[in-house]
């Protein structure tokens, strides 16, 4: 009888030809885990969709081969589809402490906490997860307690590295573990995983402590309230945040649910130092001077209903931005962003408030390695095989162009989408097959059951609005009994175009008699009929085209 | 008898507090003309808008005043509302040669061109209109013939610098007329108005010519065909790759109808100089190997409908991207634009083109002063007061300061808004009020149709679709003769949710039945009824909160 060869499958359903929602299995003789399991935001096109999860069909199909989901850090793309999995199948998950505390709070929402176990695991250490061992290894990333993984397997290493950058001066002075990086790549590392995102920058991303110099200096030269907004989720800058106020002698108040979240989890689990009395409740703010306060918020994308947007409209319950105060927007608009970020700087400086934000001052810096990082990475870890994850097509490309002019054989590199499934054995590495691996939507309780056709009709609603065409007609004879009424919503401004309704009328009536003296009673035929001259009535009268709607009722 | 002093007023009805629909009044004595005519592109919440131009409520109050439009150059922020606008007032359109020249398709277009009058000006001309003295002066941007202006009035010389930039080593070998400005600032300049857009940016802009050394470093190592997007308008950069082309001895085909109508009118007009055959037919391509071809198209910016984006979904009817292309994106994404590039570049890559794009090499250049240029210019013009423009509240507020910073006295800066009224005497300057200056939204034919209520309409179809509840009763007992029957749309597909209408229809009956034992008879109440709890029950299955329209027909 005929040993099958042992094999490797490696399957990533998100994160590949996007930026969002990371989710990979891995395949190992009979066993599989999920590294991340993350969501990403709707596209511009997704009208009404409130977040995107990666398709787990083929996760359900292999429900009992799933020994465990494996997390890389804490951030929304690689951890925000965990409710939405674990109500379908309920495997262990293994992080570091700020990732799990993280995934509480997300779950403690979902009503989800009691029934699933988390297994915190500290960087550096290896777990057995039934047949794979696998290996945390510390990185460096805009959120503290990222790692890198080692899956260790009789065939060799897959070295997954997650989001990271490599920071020589890191705020938890914890730094990346290059060395044991490199003692793997010099034993051998099979197949690496890595991050693509900034691939096109050339150089290197400055330290996150760079940030705080530029902290230092503005905290320095302002006597006025300071304002800072950032991600919530990057404990550093808030630490830098803390560090500035407490030595300028500055309270701070946490504004923004999120920030006020992760700042207790980050506190309670000591990723984040603050001094006893440091921070104050925003009901006292009025107790300090303007040189006394720092608020930190959330909105430094913009977002309409975050801390920062809602203080520069006036829509914030306790805060208000003033005249001469000086807010930091210490982030980079994430692509797609650039234009909410633009309107709520035009905001801020229309309520008087000095703005420091990126093209002004060094005040973000990015959690992603630049060329000369990745190309670090690669030699460190000198892998057989490679696949470039994180990143949209293009820096996947950019990122498999890199690994080829560091001398790896381009048949080594797998540049591949979401559901794509490569397998390594220990003769060869190819591509083998796809599994399925969409976008699946989430609209309210709805998962999965917006698609297409809603979404279309939400476009064609959107652009030119819709008419309803009411029609009561006798069950008997089939001679119109009322009507017909005409409802138009998001197409004119009804008072203003009394009389293009009322022209649409005698459309209808006109086509209702056409149809009649034909003796068409088919109300399928009958709509048609109502639709396409009412359509081109209106086209000639507007050059607009809404969604029309007949409705026949019969008596 | 008293007299009035002169005055001068200067009323910016457009490109304030945005990047878009330039249009500022001068007012002199009992005369005015206005500058640029421009329109702007649609906000994101602008759903279903084609394009947005100034509120001129005020010109046509002052209809007999207007004694010309006087433009800048041919960009469409420039140009795009003089269709609308002459159609409302007819006076003589002032410009240089490709402005007009741009002007003249746009009329065409709008079946306008006979009934207006074009006067071309040479820059360095001086024009009276009327009681105006303007002069042209020679300018550069990222279009030919751009010129600043000087109105000359008795009270001294307003000077309005257009679009512009300070290329030393300009394409058409026509600097900016430095000299011209530095003259008029000693004499003394009463107000400057001066472009804001990249004051954000430190040190100077490249000059155009740096493009066409990356050109030429990429045309001498390529041997597959080029194809090159970029602006249309932008003449020189077209020229640039007209010289590359021939230099290496490839062929151009243009496409995309606004390419290939600048590129007639430039040509025509002596702005953009061909070799002859050097352009070829379409048709005629597969005559040529791959190494003697350039395409130069448009959609630089993503847009789907455009030339680039054809080709890269193969929704081109004559030109398809094929693997070993070599595309160049000779352009920066405007802001909002960049998912759209990013998506255009990533569908490039997947056709196995080599994508060369901003972040990879210097395939662009702005046409808009960079921090040093702005300082130079006001140095030169020295004016005496100062109105930023052409720019978002960030931009202006910025601009305010680098003209602080160069010594302007701060009650002499005016950042102000669209609308305001700026008066200026030998005694003063000062804000004098506001007039009507909103943004007006042109929806096919519809011009200012389309307001709050409407989009607040499309909004609300947009996020969570519809759903149209028809019922008929009797007019005599007010019973159910007909339905409920439910219609949605953009809400859920409606064969997976058969149970939730049918629900939902049982919510209809009930809150009908309930109007009927209170004997309650009026629509307005029945459909608020329906609403309200359909509404309620919507929510609570699904957490979408679609727009619910009943209708109640009589028989």
Chains 1, 2 share one sequence.
């Not at 009268?541 to 007949?550: F, H, N, S, V």
Request: proline content about 4%.
């Amino acid at each position: 009888m005929g040993r099958k060869p042992t094999k490797i499958r490696v399957i990533p359903l998100g994160g590949l030809k996007e930026i969002g929602k990371n989710m990979t299995i891995i395949e190992y003789k009979d066993e599989m885990i999920i590294i991340d399991c993350g969501l990403s935001f709707p596209e511009d096109e997704m009208l009404g969709i409130d977040i995107v999860i990666p398709d787990i069909t083929y996760v359900m199909k292999n429900k009992d081969k799933i020994k465990a989901i494996v997390l890389t850090h804490g951030h929304e793309d690689h951890i925000g589809a965990l409710p939405y999995v674990l109500k379908k199948i309920n495997v262990p998950v293994y992080g570091t402490r700020l990732t799990l505390g993280l995934v509480e709070n997300k779950l403690r929402e979902h009503k989800l906490l009691s029934d699933v176990h988390l297994q915190r695991v500290e960087p550096g250490e290896t777990v057995q997860i039934q047949g794979f061992e696998v290996e945390f290894i510390r990185s460096s990333h805009s959120i503290p307690d990222a790692c890198a993984l080692a899956i260790h397997t009789s065939l060799g290493v897959i070295l997954h590295t997650g989001d990271f950058k490599i920071d020589y001066t890191p705020i938890d002075e914890q730094m990346i573990d290059l060395q044991r990086i490199a003692e793997l790549g010099k034993k051998g590392v099979l197949l690496m995983l890595a991050d693509s995102t900034n691939v096109e920058r050339p150089g290197t991303t400055m330290s996150e402590r760079s940030v705080g110099a530029t902290f230092e200096n503005i905290f320095n030269n302002t006597r006025s309230r300071i304002i800072v907004a950032t991600f919530a989720s990057n404990v550093h800058r808030v630490q830098q945040i803390v560090n500035a106020a407490h030595k300028h002698n500055r309270k701070i108040v946490v504004s923004g649910r999120s920030m006020v979240n992760v700042v207790a989890v980050a506190e309670e689990l000591g990723n984040l130092i603050i001094p006893d009395g440091l921070i104050i409740d925003v009901n006292h703010i009025d107790q300090y001077e303007d040189h006394e306060i720092v608020i930190i918020t959330t909105g430094s994308q913009g977002e309409t209903m975050a801390g920062l947007s809602r203080m520069a409209t006036s829509d914030h319950r306790k805060l208000d931005i003033r005249a001469g105060d000086t807010v930091i927007i210490s982030a980079t608009p994430i692509p797609g962003n650039e234009k909410t970020v633009s309107r709520v700087i035009n905001q801020l400086f229309e309520k008087g408030a000095d703005v420091i934000y990126e093209s002004l001052a060094d005040v973000h810096v990015s959690g992603h390695a630049c060329q000369e990082e990745l190309k670090l990475m690669h030699k460190l870890a000198s892998p057989k095989y490679f696949i470039p994850v994180h990143g949209e097509f293009r820096h996947l490309k950019q990122h498999a162009k890199l690994a080829e002019n560091l001398g790896m054989p381009k048949e080594n590199i797998f540049t591949i989408q979401n559901g794509n499934v490569v397998e390594i054995t220990k003769d060869y590495g190819k591509l083998a097959g796809n599994v399925p691996a969409g976008p699946v939507l989430v609209d309210g309780l709805g998962v999965g059951d917006v698609g297409n056709i809603v979404l279309r009709d939400r476009k064609h609603l959107a652009e030119d609005g819709l008419m309803v065409v009411v029609v009561t007609i006798t069950r008997e004879g089939g001679k119109v009994a009322a009507g017909p009424d005409i409802i138009s919503r998001g197409f004119v401004y009804v008072r203003e175009s009394e009389d293009l309704i009322d022209e649409a009328k005698q459309i209808v009536r006109g086509a209702l008699e056409h149809c009649e003296q034909q003796n068409i009673k088919e109300w399928s035929i009958l709509k048609s009929s109502i639709r396409d001259a009412l359509k081109d009535f209106l086209y000639a009268k507007t050059k607009r085209r809404p969604m029309i709607l007949p409705v026949i009722m019969e008596v």
